[in-house]
């Protein structure tokens, strides 16, 4: 059973950058035959898929994010980030990184079946 687990989230003003970790473990395959996903989710608002990273190692933005966010990974490590820069104070919210076995293709937000517990940015002055 695939187990992810996010760190990374903080406090950081306005402008400021936060590298996101979500760590796997308890795989079978490679970490390299899943496609990953970070999403967010402030209060009062519906989820956001913010990246995708495909097993194929193509990435993708939303435009909310796009030049700011860049998504990455080890997979020696069993580790994915995500480095965000220029923080807005509507980039708050919960981030959550999301895994899918797929080989080829962007999955959709229906199609993950694991999520972690999420990590807590707040970008504030």
């Known amino acids: 059973q695939l187990q992810l687990a996010e760190s990374g989230g903080d406090l950081v003003q306005p402008g400021g950058s936060l590298r996101l970790s979500c760590a796997a473990s308890?795989?079978?395959?490679?970490?390299?035959?899943?496609?990953i996903g970070w999403f967010r989710q402030a209060p009062g608002k519906e989820r956001e898929n913010v990246s995708c990273?495909?097993?194929?190692?193509?990435?993708i933005y939303a435009d909310s994010v796009k030049g700011r966010f860049t998504v990455s990974r080890d997979n020696a490590e069993n580790l994915v980030y995500l480095q965000m820069n220029g923080l807005k104070p509507g980039d708050t919210a919960d981030y959550y990184c999301?895994?899918?076995?797929?080989?080829?293709?962007?999955?959709?937000?229906?199609?993950?079946?694991?999520w972690g517990q999420g990590t807590q940015v707040t970008v504030s002055s």
């Open positions: 308890g795989f079978t395959f490679s970490l390299d035959y899943y496609a």
């Open positions: 990273l495909t097993s194929g190692g193509g990435a």
């Open positions: 999301a895994a899918v076995f797929k080989l080829v293709g962007v999955p959709t937000t229906h199609e993950y079946d694991y």
